[in-house]
């Protein structure tokens, strides 16, 4: 290969730096695991597996309770899941619902309390949280074909019933920051969205990050009495002193850190500093499915202070070119983030 001529895509370099590489086998506290998924595409398809196959990794990796948030948008597959996994291993599975946004259209001005009652129906058969994906900020949109803003108005039924129930609420909203930015040589995400072009969201026509952002912060300011966690660290892991002004402003507020040790622990003195500042408000999540070597990773993220190690699984880290530090976090941190703050939160005990 002609030196002159090498791509990005052929670029494997071999860090020659000498330093210490701790193996976690187990975790210092049992986990639970507050962001994951068992179903198609996220969770690795577990709904049509044997469920001891599945608990084999999760005793390995000291997994005590798995939070699996594919309940979905209607009751089909939250009773699928209910079923397969949580009536045999009670303890060690939470199941979350989801809102139907598709039925915007048939119940038009009563959406939101129609939603309110099927999240009611959720609870009484066994979800203890609600899931909100994605496409809300994005795609979901009214019974005009208007999009919809996260801090809608209309839509605070949903919200109050579930702080009524007492069901927490995962939302996922617009992260990461550079899925808005135009697709150029200065994109830090660049060769993870020419392998997903699907993941754009060039503003126009889609609303820049930042509105969405100021709609979520404003949703979880006008529900005091809901529980929101910020799905990966939340929803700006790129920008702690924004997400520690959100949790400084709104008890109601909490973060999961899933899928975002690449984020984190390329700051790891700003990170370090945000576990120790909010360690009652981080929650453990790994949302990659049960993957026993992940686990292990994220283990030797919070726990060593390693240097300079790859945040994935793969030889080239799937969200950018860099490699993260680990944050040595204390034990009474550790314990908090791995299952105290869950616990409390998502399973309502003390
Ligand atoms: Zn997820």
């Known amino acids: 290969m002609s030196s002159e001529n090498l791509l990005l895509k052929d670029f494997r370099p071999r860090p020659r730096l000498f330093v210490k590489e701790t193996f976690i086998e187990k975790p210092r506290f049992p986990v639970?695991?507050?962001?994951?998924?068992?179903?198609?595409?996220?969770?690795?398809?577990?709904?049509?597996?044997?469920?001891?196959a599945l608990l084999d990794i999760l005793d390995a990796a000291h997994v005590r309770t798995y939070i699996d948030l594919d309940g979905g948008w209607g009751e089909d597959v939250l009773n699928f899941h209910l079923d397969y996994f949580k009536t045999p291993a009670?303890?060690?599975?939470v199941m979350f619902g989801g809102v139907d946004w598709n039925a915007w259209a048939e119940h038009s001005d009563h959406f939101a309390?129609?939603?309110?009652?099927?999240?009611?129906?959720?609870?009484?058969?066994?979800?203890?949280?609600?899931?909100?994906?994605?496409?809300?900020?994005?795609?979901?949109?009214d019974h005009h074909g208007a999009l919809v803003a996260i801090d809608d108005p209309r839509l605070d039924p949903i919200w109050a019933t579930a702080g009524e129930l007492k069901l927490p609420v995962i939302i996922h909203v617009a992260d990461p920051a550079a899925f808005f930015d135009p697709l150029d040589e200065t994109n830090e995400r660049w060769e993870e969205l020419h392998g997903q072009p699907d993941w754009q969201?060039?503003?126009?026509?889609f609303p820049s990050f930042m509105t969405i952002m100021n709609g979520l912060a404003s949703l979880v300011e006008r529900h005091p009495e809901t529980t929101f966690i910020g799905a990966h660290v939340g929803c700006y892991s790129e920008n702690l002193g924004w997400v520690g002004n959100l949790l400084d402003r709104c008890p109601n507020f909490y973060v999961d850190i899933s899928a975002r040790i690449s984020e984190l622990g390329r700051q790891p003195y700003s990170s370090r500093q945000?576990?120790?500042?909010?360690?009652?408000?981080?929650?453990?999540?790994?949302?990659?499915?049960?993957?026993?070597?992940?686990y292990r990773l994220v283990?030797?993220?919070?726990?060593?202070?390693?240097?300079?190690?790859?945040?994935?699984?793969?030889?080239?880290?799937g969200q950018g070119r860099w490699f993260i530090y680990g944050l040595y976090l204390p034990d009474d941190v550790l314990q908090k983030v791995y299952f105290q703050n869950?616990?409390?939160?998502?399973?309502g005990e003390r």
């Open 32 to 52: 639970i695991d507050a962001h994951n998924h068992l179903a198609e595409p996220f969770g690795g398809g577990w709904d049509k597996r044997p469920l001891s």
């Open 342 to 347: 869950a616990r409390r939160v998502i399973l």
């Open 201 to 205: 969201f060039p503003s126009p026509p």
């Open 90 to 93: 009670p303890e060690r599975f």
């Open 274 to 294: 945000f576990f120790l500042q909010y360690a009652d408000r981080i929650l453990f999540g790994t949302d990659v499915g049960p993957n026993l070597d992940y």
């Open 299 to 317: 283990y030797r993220f919070l726990e060593t202070d390693d240097e300079y190690f790859n945040y994935g699984l793969s030889e080239i880290p």
């Open 113 to 141: 309390e129609w939603a309110a009652g099927r999240l009611r129906f959720q609870a009484a058969r066994g979800a203890q949280g609600l899931k909100i994906w994605k496409l809300f900020g994005l795609h979901v949109r």
